[in-house]
């Protein structure tokens, strides 16, 4: 089954600084990579995503980058702010098959930005 | 449109009760997904549905799970003779109906403490 390693598992950035987190993934065939925020106690919540056809997208301070020949894409988040501090889950979706549909998420980033 | 709705989103049982969870989809969605996060853990698929339906149960353990979507009302992840090992928070996503790698909105969770 696919594989995703996330790290690195705790960062610290002072406020304006960049952070970035970086997943790499094992299936080829995975297409959709989507990244969640999660704050204590609360849902996952869906900040940006990229599909294999695109190399970079960019929401305002949020960017993602996918490298598909060397299965690995990063999270960018730029002038960073203390409301950013929040666990972040990169995600890989299922590239068919028994994986159609299923998400398979990285081990998680403990964001701590301070001002 | 009101988003992915889980109840109840605390739940108390005694080791050996059954547990009920409830998930209602965003509308328009017709595919479901249950996902466990253990404490200070990620986000670990169990199960996909759509109406009638399990497409995918890769995730879940073998015995005392099961799950279902009715043609009518709200998904259901049943967890039959509970045990402390089963606490944790169950959230259920959603996607619309289009196929293969659709965004999945979460759920706001169901908290299970297992007595």
Redesign the interface.
Known sequence: ?ENVEQHPSTLSVQEGDSAVIKCTYSDSAS??F?W?KQELG?????II?I?SNVGEKKDQRIAVTLNKTAKHFSLHITETQPEDSAVY?CAV?GG?G???????????TILTVHP | NAGVMQNPRHLVRRRGQEARLRCSPMKGHSHVYWYRQLPEEGLKFMVYLQKENIIDESGMPKERFSAEFPKEGPSILRIQQVVRGDSAAYFCASSPPMGFGDTQYFGPGTRLTVL
């Open positions: 089954g297409n959709y989507p969640y609360k849902r996952p919540q869906l995503d599909r889950f979706l068919g028994t994986s159609y549909g299923k998400l398979t998420f990285g081990q998680g």
